[in-house]
């Protein structure tokens, strides 16, 4: 029997990625043989970007790290984890704001299913104030948000609002 390879997966929205994700990707790739950036697509949520296009720029994005796969799920993460093995689910956390949310998550998913550890990263300061939902906000204005989210998503938003 081979090793037992080290797994784990970063959920989220990914509506769309961006450098805070890419950072906490990147701080990961070492810790982890495979990771796994799992999409969510939610029926209940609306998203900017559709799940093909979520997953076109996560993978474009990422594409120069080969332990990273890009992967798309409707219902549970805990679900997928155990699906591929993977007893890890990696979350960011920005500042206090993100904390509660993170904990009943955890909680939540500890309940459903305890082999599976949620574990937190701590955003580079310098990401602090990046979220998919300002970018959205302000990219509606402006395309000046170089530096904060990766090329080909700079690009997906000029073309979305015709900049
Ligand atoms: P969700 O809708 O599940 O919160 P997001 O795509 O917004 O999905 O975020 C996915 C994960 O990445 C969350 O744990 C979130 O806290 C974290 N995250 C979001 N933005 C950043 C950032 N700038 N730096 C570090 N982590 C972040």
Redesign the pocket.
Same mark, same amino acid.
């Given at each position: 029997m081979g090793q037992l390879k080290r797994k784990a997966i970063y959920? &989220?929205?990914? $509506?769309p990625i961006?450098n @805070?994700?890419v $950072?906490?990707i990147e701080r990961l790739v070492g810790l982890y043989d495979e990771l796994t950036v799992l999409i +969510?697509n939610s029926s209940d949520k609306t998203y900017l970007f559709s799940a093909e296009e979520r997953m076109h720029l996560a993978k474009e994005s990422l594409k120069s790290l080969p332990t990273v796969s890009v992967a798309m799920h409707d219902g549970l993460t805990v679900e997928y984890a155990k699906s591929i093995q993977a007893p890890v689910i990696i979350? &960011?956390?920005?500042a206090v704001a $993100?904390f509660e949310y993170?904990m009943a998550m955890a909680n939540m998913n500890k309940h459903l299913n305890n082999k599976i550890e949620t574990l937190i990263v701590f +955003? $580079?300061p310098k990401? @602090?104030y990046?979220?998919?939902r300002l970018i959205k906000g302000v990219a509606k204005y402006t395309s000046q948000l170089e530096g904060l989210v990766p090329l080909v998503v700079l690009e997906a938003i000029r073309k979305k609002f015709g900049q």
């Open positions: 959920p &989220g929205s990914f $509506d961006t @805070g994700h $950072d906490i +969510a979350r &960011g956390l920005r $993100d993170e +955003a $580079d990401f @602090g990046v979220s998919s």
